[in-house]
């Protein structure tokens, strides 16, 4: 083999350089590619399987107004209607799952997102929200209000 010569058994300048640009290509199209796919997927949260929650206790709500409270990884609304009596209801919008909150001015629960509205038994009565909202029990047990899934 004659010095200077283009013949090689192994792998030419030429070829080893293609492969090290085609790889570093590949690694930058990756380093873009992978946060954008996984900010576009974002895992599955699985939720907590929560049958009951203590909500609060009866001070913490006075008669005709809400609270809010976590009822495993969503929110729920108790409310205290001016009669005295307990309801409690999933706080998630039927319509854009916005929170809803309670209004003593218009006795309803209502959605700031869309002004969706829901009445005292969590009935869709105005708004753009399609469906009622889940019901709760709602079980007072010394001074604290147990909340519970409906069987």
């Not at 013949?7 to 090290?20: P, V």
């Not at 700031?112 to 909202?133: I, M, S, Y």
Request: proline share 8%.
């Amino acid at each position: 083999m004659a010095f200077g010569s283009r013949e090689s058994a192994g792998l030419s300048r030429r070829r080893l350089l293609d492969l090290l640009l085609s790889g570093s290509v590949v690694a930058f199209l990756g380093a873009i590619v992978y946060p954008v796919a996984r900010y576009l997927m974002p895992p599955k949260v699985p939720e907590t399987a929560v049958s009951s929650v203590i909500a609060a206790r009866i001070t913490d709500v006075a008669p005709n107004s809400g609270k809010t409270f976590r009822f495993g990884s969503k929110p729920g609304i108790l409310v205290r209607l001016p009669s005295g009596e307990w309801r409690a209801f999933s706080a998630v919008c039927t319509h854009l799952q916005c929170t809803v909150q309670y209004r003593s001015d218009i006795e309803r629960m209502w959605c700031p997102c869309h002004n969706g509205q829901f009445d005292l038994t969590g009935k869709n009565v105005a708004g753009p929200p399609p469906a009622p909202l889940e019901a709760f029990d709602v079980i007072v047990r010394g001074e604290e209000l147990v909340v519970s899934r409906r069987a």
